[in-house]
C-alpha cells in the first residue's frame, strides 16, 4: 500500500456530465499528479499539483481541471464528459518537486462515460 | 519529445524461472530518471526499480534487477525466479520536465503471465 487513496473506485456518467474524483496524498506529500489510463494503454498525463498550484499540464483540453487543497488532497475535475474520456484516472502523490522524488500511485477511479 | 516503447505485449514464464522485459526510449537529455512499475489486477501502480542516468551500475531490489544501456537507450528488466505473485502489467516510464512538473512518460506496457 502507498498511502494514496482515491474515491470513488467506480462511477458511470452520461454524455456531457460532469464528475468529480478525489486523491488524498501520502503523508508528507505536496506534490500531485493525475494521469488518464485508457484500457490496454499505458497512463498520460494530465497535470501537477505542487502547493496548491498548477505547475505543469499535458495535452489535455480546458475542460479538465484540478484543485489542491492546504491538506494537500486534491481534485480532478471534468466537464462536458465525452465518450472518450472513459478511462482510469490515477494520482500520484509526491514529496517534492525535485528530479529524485519518486511517485507513488493511488489504486485509481474507474470511470465509464455512456 | 520523449517516448517511451515496450515491444513485447505479452510475455509468460514458469514459476520460478527468469524472464526479461524490454524498454526503450528515446530522448536527447543527458540526465534522466527511469522506472518500471507494476499494475496487477487491483490496478494500483506499484514502482518497482529505479534507475538514476548518471550512474553506470545497474539498479537491483530484491529478485528484480535492470539492464540500463544509456548509448542504445536500453532500460530491461529482469525478474530472477518468478513467483505467482509476479503476474501484472508492467510499465516502462521514463520522467520528463515539463513547465517545472515533473510528469511520468509510459510505454505501452507489457503483459507477464506465470504459469506454475
Known amino acids: 500500500e502507498t498511502g494514496v487513496t482515491q474515491s470513488p473506485t467506480h462511477l458511470i456518467k452520461t454524455r456531457g456530465q460532469q464528475v468529480t474524483l478525489r486523491c488524498s496524498s501520502q503523508?508528507?506529500?505536496?506534490?500531485v499528479s493525475w494521469y488518464q489510463q485508457a484500457l490496454g494503454q499505458g497512463p498520460q498525463f494530465i497535470f501537477q499539483?505542487?502547493?496548491?498550484?498548477?505547475?505543469g499540464r499535458g495535452n489535455f483540453p480546458p475542460r479538465f481541471s484540478g484543485l489542491q487543497f492546504p491538506n494537500y488532497s486534491s481534485e480532478l475535475n471534468v466537464n462536458a464528459l465525452e465518450l472518450d474520456d472513459s478511462a482510469l484516472y490515477l494520482c500520484?502523490?509526491?514529496?517534492?518537486?525535485?528530479?529524485?522524488?519518486?511517485?507513488?500511485f493511488g489504486p485509481g477511479t474507474r470511470l465509464l462515460v455512456l | 519529445a520523449q517516448t517511451v516503447t515496450q515491444s513485447q505485449p505479452e510475455m509468460s514464464v514458469q514459476e520460478a524461472e527468469t524472464v526479461t522485459l524490454s524498454c526503450t526510449y528515446d530522448?536527447?537529455?543527458?540526465?534522466?530518471?527511469l522506472f518500471w512499475y507494476k499494475q496487477p489486477p487491483s490496478r494500483q501502480m506499484i514502482l518497482v526499480i529505479r534507475q538514476e542516468a548518471y550512474k553506470q551500475q545497474n539498479a537491483t531490489e530484491n529478485r528484480f534487477s535492470v539492464n540500463f544501456q544509456k548509448a542504445a537507450k536500453s532500460f530491461s528488466l529482469k525478474i530472477s525466479d518468478s513467483q505467482l505473485g509476479d503476474a501484472a502489467m508492467y510499465f516502462c516510464?521514463?520522467?520528463?520536465?515539463?513547465?517545472?512538473?515533473?510528469?511520468?512518460?509510459f510505454g505501452q506496457g507489457t503483459r507477464l503471465t506465470i504459469n506454475p
Open positions: 530522448t536527447s537529455e543527458s540526465d534522466y530518471y
Open positions: 499539483y505542487y502547493r496548491e498550484e498548477e505547475n
Open positions: 516510464a521514463y520522467r520528463q520536465t515539463l513547465q517545472g512538473a515533473q510528469k511520468l512518460v
Open positions: 500520484a502523490s509526491s514529496q517534492g518537486q525535485g528530479a529524485r522524488e519518486t511517485q507513488y
Open positions: 503523508s508528507g506529500h505536496n506534490t
